[in-house]
C-alpha cells in the first residue's frame, strides 16, 4: 500500500490505496514508518513527496481495524511512531493534499515540514463524531501549527475546511494546482542547507509524554464507543 520511488532529488512515497481513500491499516503504518526511516547508509534524498494515489490523500485510519482493536493504546502508539518518521526524516517532506484528508490523514499531514494544497483539498477532524480523536499526535502537532484557539476549533467542532480555510489558518501553506512543484522548487536548493533549516526549527525537546498521554486517552474513549464505532462501520 505505501510505494515508494525517487526521482532525481525528490524521492515519492505514495499511499497507494485508492480504493479505500488510502485508509491505514496498522500493517500500513509499519510500511509507512520504514518507508521515512532513514537509510542505513544515510544516503537520504534532499526531498521527499508525500501523497496519496486517487481522489483522496488519505481517510485517516481505516474503520474496519478500527473498530477490531483489541489494543487501542498500542494502535495509537503505532500510529504514533509512523508519524514521527515523518516529522523526523532527514529529507525534508512536502506533503500534497489534493482531495480529503481526515482524522490521520491530517495528523499525517501535520508532521510533514511543507503542507500544500489543490483546490480541490478538504481537511478535516470527524474523530469527535465517534467519541474519539486524532491520537497520532494531533493533540501535540495541531495546536503548533493552528494555534490552540483555531485548533480547539477544528478538532472539537469536527469542521471540514476548504483549501482556502486551510491556508488562512495555517493548515497548509500554499495552494496550488501541482503541488509536487513545490519539492521540485524546494530540491533544487543545497542539500545540506535544507538539512540544516530543518534540523534548527524542528528542534524540540517535549512531545513523547504528551504522546503517551494522548494514546493513553485514545484507548480509553475507543473503549467507551466501540459499540458506536461498530454500527458506524456497518452503515
Given at each position: 500500500m505505501i510505494r515508494t520511488r525517487t526521482d532525481g532529488d525528490v524521492r515519492v512515497v505514495t499511499l497507494d490505496r485508492p480504493e479505500a481513500r488510502n485508509a491505514l491499516r496498522p500493517a500500513d503504518l509499519t510500511a509507512l514508518r520504514e518507508a521515512f526511516e532513514a537509510p542505513a547508509d544515510g544516503d537520504a534524498?534532499?526531498?521527499?513527496?508525500?501523497?496519496g494515489a486517487g481522489d483522496a490523500f488519505c481517510a485517516g485510519a481505516d474503520l474496519d481495524a478500527v473498530a477490531a482493536l483489541d489494543d487501542p493504546e498500542a494502535f495509537a502508539r503505532r500510529g504514533q511512531r509512523a508519524?514521527?518518521?515523518v516529522e523526523?526524516?532527514?529529507?525534508?517532506?512536502?506533503c500534497g493534499i489534493d482531495g480529503p484528508a481526515r482524522g490521520g490523514g491530517v495528523e499525517l499531514a501535520l508532521a510533514a515540514d511543507v503542507r500544500v494544497a489543490t483546490p480541490r483539498a478538504t481537511l478535516g477532524e470527524p474523530g469527535v463524531s465517534l467519541g474519539l480523536f486524532g491520537a497520532w499526535g494531533g493533540t501535540v502537532r495541531l495546536p503548533r501549527v493552528m494555534g490552540e484557539g483555531e485548533a480547539l476549533d477544528f478538532a472539537l467542532s469536527g469542521q471540514v475546511l476548504d483549501a482556502e480555510a486551510a491556508l488562512r489558518t495555517g493548515l497548509v501553506s500554499r495552494v496550488v494546482d501541482d503541488p509536487r512543484s513545490v519539492a521540485d522548487d524546494i530540491a533544487a536548493g543545497e542539500a545540506d542547507a535544507l538539512a540544516a533549516i530543518k534540523r534548527r526549527i524542528r528542534d524540540r525537546r517535549e512531545?513523547?509524554?504528551q504522546e503517551r498521554a494522548?494514546?493513553?486517552a485514545f484507548a480509553e474513549l475507543h473503549d467507551t464507543h466501540a459499540g458506536d464505532i461498530a454500527r458506524l462501520r456497518d452503515r
Open positions: 534524498p534532499p526531498v521527499t513527496y508525500l501523497r508519524v514521527a518518521a523526523e526524516s532527514p529529507s525534508v517532506v512536502v512531545g513523547e509524554a494522548e494514546a493513553a
